[in-house]
């Protein structure tokens, strides 16, 4: 039998424990899979006397998990830390540049430096596993750089934030504000204490932007992400989205169109029937488009201390069914040399079309005049209805617009000009009707 994978972990919170406690737990199985054995050699956190539920007296302590990194006691650095900088970047960085295979659950991390560091494996000939990083327990790294060969994809999308759509869940199912469902996300460990990164959308724009480069082979650019949060969903759009036969998700959509790539990340109406729709409370989904293969949707826990170590002691066991000499493929499916610069494009028409929700004035010729902006943008409507806004607002009315498929622009322009015929009492509410099948 080969020799042990001696493995060392920086960071120990809820996924670091995890991992130490499922390499422990699951010692025999793993051996028999892997071929060898797998050990925790060593160690690096923050508290050495805090108890975290499972024996670490076996490993070495590292203060510094640089210095653990570079060590030549481990084969295996696992980052669990956290952050796009500090000791996470300059750790797995130190930890490559040794010569040391790396498994990383830091989805911010790669998409701030992943090509560089894909670069620095590659050159070193040792991998850098992250499937932890998207989707939590949901193999869709592995999927896309591995199971896919042969096929072109044209568009990938997904719920990849479960604090967001347990919000949006709780919110349909019993009528609760955005506000109450957050406070109960965070009573229960869904959301943090600030949680502005998860319901703003930039927790899925990191994840979309590693799926990005896996799709189209570009380099990853988080930045160009077209970026929309939940914060401003009501019940008023929940229950409108539910008359017209649709749910609202937070998705995280990359197409190829004749422009470059396209980037986005917002809520979207897609229908109750399809597939996607059925996500509800934590569950991450991603849905992969291909030319061979069709579509492909893969669903399932998106977050936790459980699902994240599975992906993470994948990737751990990967590393240790290798053998010396093996030639380890790219890191984002092609050499990170290769990888094209992003193309970003514009943002354009998509099936579907869009709902518009508008609280205005209760006047006359405020209908008509909202018709003639559609018109002079030529936007075609599907279905246009008013009423009443609340009770308590008798001179307001809401109207509600369903468009056929238009451009983002045309969208843009019709209620920017609404907005300075001063007929809006409130902030007018824009959400995209997805094809999601």
Same mark, same amino acid.
């Given at each position: 039998?080969?020799?042990?994978?001696?493995?060392?972990?920086?960071?120990?919170?809820?996924?670091?424990?995890?991992?130490?406690? #499922?390499?422990?737990?699951?010692?025999?199985?793993?051996?028999?899979?892997?071929?060898?054995?797998?050990? #925790?050699?060593?160690?690096?956190?923050?508290?050495?006397?805090? *108890?975290?539920?499972?024996?670490?007296?076996?490993?070495?302590? $590292?203060?510094?998990? !640089?210095?653990?990194?570079?060590? %030549?006691?481990?084969?295996?650095? /696992?980052?669990?830390?956290?952050?796009?900088?500090?000791?996470?970047?300059? &750790? #797995?960085?130190? %930890?490559?540049?040794?010569?040391?295979?790396?498994?990383?659950?830091?989805?911010?991390?790669?998409?701030?430096?992943?090509?560089?560091?894909?670069?620095?494996?590659?050159?070193?000939?040792?991998?850098?596993?992250? =499937?932890?990083?998207?989707?939590?327990?949901?193999? !869709?790294?592995?999927?896309?750089?591995?199971?896919?060969?042969?096929?072109?994809?044209?568009?990938?999308?997904? +719920?990849?934030?479960?604090?967001?759509?347990?919000?949006?869940?709780?919110?349909?199912?019993?009528?609760?504000?955005?506000?109450?469902?957050?406070? *109960?996300?965070?009573?229960?460990?869904?959301?943090?204490?600030?949680?502005?990164?998860?319901?703003?959308?930039?927790?899925?724009?990191?994840?979309? &932007?590693?799926?990005?480069?896996?799709?189209?082979?570009?380099?990853?650019?988080?930045?160009?992400?077209?970026?929309?949060?939940?914060?401003?969903?009501?019940?008023?759009?929940?229950?409108?989205?539910? @008359?017209?036969?649709?749910? +609202?998700?937070?998705?995280?959509?990359?197409?190829?169109?004749?422009?470059?790539? =396209?980037?986005?990340?917002?809520?979207?109406?897609?229908?109750?029937?399809? !597939?996607?729709?059925? /996500?509800?409370?934590?569950?991450?989904?991603?849905?992969?488009?291909?030319?061979?293969?069709?579509?492909?949707?893969?669903?399932?826990?998106?977050?936790?201390?459980?699902?994240?170590?599975?992906?993470?002691?994948?990737?751990?066991? @990967?590393?240790?069914?290798?053998?010396?000499? $093996?030639?380890?493929?790219?890191?984002?499916?092609?050499?990170?040399?290769?990888?094209?610069?992003?193309?970003?494009?514009?943002?354009?028409?998509?099936?579907?079309?869009? $709902?518009?929700?508008?609280?205005?004035? @209760?006047?006359?010729? !405020?209908?008509?005049?909202?018709?003639?902006?559609?018109? @002079?943008?030529?936007?075609?409507?599907?279905?246009?209805?008013?009423?009443?806004?609340?009770? *308590?607002?008798?001179?307001?009315?809401?109207?509600?617009?369903?468009?056929?498929?238009?451009?983002?622009?045309? #969208?843009?322009?019709?209620?920017?000009?609404?907005?300075?015929? *001063?007929?809006?009492?409130?902030?007018?509410? /824009?959400?995209?009707?997805?094809?999601?099948?």
């Amino acid at each position: 039998m080969a020799e042990a994978l001696r493995v060392g972990i920086a960071g120990l919170g809820t996924v670091g424990a995890s991992v130490a406690r #499922v390499l422990r737990d699951k010692a025999a199985e793993l051996t028999r899979q892997c071929g060898r054995e797998v050990v #925790v050699s060593a160690v690096s956190a923050r508290d050495p006397n805090r *108890d975290r539920g499972v024996d670490l007296g076996a490993a070495k302590w $590292f203060d510094d998990p !640089v210095r653990m990194a570079q060590t %030549a006691e481990i084969d295996v650095f /696992v980052e669990l830390i956290g952050g796009d900088e500090g000791p996470s970047h300059s &750790s #797995v960085k130190a %930890a490559l540049e040794a010569g040391r295979h790396v498994v990383t659950a830091n989805k911010a991390l790669l998409a701030k430096h992943g090509v560089a560091l894909a670069e620095t494996a590659e050159k070193k000939g040792v991998l850098l596993n992250y =499937e932890a990083a998207v989707a939590g327990g949901i193999p !869709v790294i592995k999927t896309m750089r591995e199971a896919m060969a042969g096929n072109s994809v044209t568009r990938v999308f997904g +719920i990849l934030n479960g604090t967001c759509n347990y919000i949006l869940t709780r919110m349909e199912a019993e009528g609760l504000s955005f506000d109450d469902c957050l406070k *109960d996300a965070q009573r229960l460990g869904y959301a943090e204490a600030d949680p502005t990164f998860d319901i703003e959308g930039h927790d899925t724009a990191h994840k979309l &932007s590693i799926l990005t480069s896996l799709a189209f082979g570009t380099r990853i650019a988080a930045n160009d992400i077209y970026m929309e949060g939940i914060s401003n969903i009501s019940q008023a759009d929940i229950r409108a989205a539910g @008359d017209l036969g649709y749910r +609202i998700k937070l998705l995280g959509v990359a197409q190829r169109t004749e422009s470059g790539i =396209e980037q986005r990340v917002h809520p979207t109406m897609v229908p109750t029937a399809s !597939v996607i729709a059925q /996500v509800h409370g934590v569950t991450n989904a991603v849905a992969i488009e291909t030319d061979i293969l069709g579509e492909l949707l893969l669903s399932g826990p998106g977050a936790g201390g459980n699902a994240t170590a599975s992906a993470v002691v994948g990737d751990i066991a @990967d590393i240790a069914k290798s053998r010396p000499g $093996f030639q380890h493929g790219p890191v984002f499916g092609l050499p990170a040399k290769e990888l094209r610069p992003y193309k970003k494009a514009q943002m354009r028409s998509h099936a579907g079309g869009y $709902f518009i929700r508008l609280t205005v004035h @209760d006047r006359i010729g !405020v209908f008509a005049a909202i018709a003639k902006r559609m018109a @002079d943008n030529e936007i075609s409507l599907e279905s246009i209805v008013q009423h009443a806004a609340g009770p *308590d607002t008798a001179l307001q009315k809401t109207v509600i617009l369903v468009t056929h498929e238009t451009t983002e622009a045309a #969208v843009r322009k019709a209620v920017d000009g609404i907005t300075r015929d *001063d007929h809006l009492t409130d902030k007018p509410q /824009v959400i995209r009707i997805e094809r999601a099948e």
